[in-house]
């Protein structure tokens, strides 16, 4: 139904405005067009398609360099004629060999520690969604509920020990652990970080 909102003929080249978003870091990647038979592919393939102007033909997003845009939302805006995508780079979007086509970094390690955390969340969320070969993230949803919430446990147990030693490594590491595995069971319970901060909001202005 998506299809019949995004009015392609309102420009005389039958073309609209894409706008593509990275999916988790919300970095903007690169910005292109789309005519029908390109966004038609868009949908089918999963994977960002540009109509090129200059070359005038479709175009593949990474098709010389294999990194593929696998889309994950398509948005239209309030008038119908331009469209949000989010995606999730598999390497560099600008054929420079930049990360985007706008020359910002998009890397997790720029971001701050609070937002690493919540980049670390939609990571997770995005695995549960899109499984990934070899993923340990995906080997523990597929375990399920009772596995998740037992390696918490376990994690939980293995910090504790950790604080009774000197190691300020070993329990930093198994702290990181821990909280991955917390996030992993958020994630699982349908239930995310915003609320646990919601909560202790709360808690903190009694």
């Given amino acids: 139904g998506l299809r019949m909102t995004i ?7 039958g073309l609209v405005p894409v706008v593509v978003q990275d999916s988790v870091t919300r970095t903007v990647l690169t910005v292109g067009f789309m005519n029908e038979e390109a966004y038609r592919l868009t949908v089918d393939r999963g994977l960002v398609t540009f109509y090129s102007r200059s ?3 479709i175009r593949v997003m990474g098709e010389n ?4 845009l696998k889309v994950r939302e398509i948005l239209v805006d309030c008038d119908g004629d331009t469209l949000l995508l989010k995606a999730v780079p598999s390497g560099p ?23 690493f955390l919540f980049y670390l969340e939609s990571v997770i969320n995005d695995r ?3 499984p990934s070969e070899g993923s340990y993230t995906n080997h523990l949803f597929s375990r399920g509920l009772n596995r998740i919430a037992q390696k918490t446990g376990e994690e939980a147990v293995e910090l504790i020990i950790a604080a ?4 300020k490594d070993l329990f930093l590491g198994e702290a990181a652990d821990l909280m991955y595995h917390f996030l992993v069971l958020l994630a699982q319970k349908d239930s995310s970080l915003g609320e646990v901060i919601d909560v202790l909001k709360e808690r903190h202005s009694r």
């Fill in 65 to 68: 360099s294999g990194n593929y």
């Fill in 55 to 57: 070359k005038g033909r």
């Fill in 164 to 167: 009774k030693d000197d190691n």
């Fill in 128 to 130: 549960r969604l899109n």
């Fill in 7 to 13: 009015d392609f003929s309102k420009y005389k080249d």
């Fill in 93 to 115: 979007v600008c054929h420079t060999g930049a990360d985007t086509c706008f020359g910002e970094d998009n890397r997790p390690g720029d971001f701050s520690s609070s937002e």
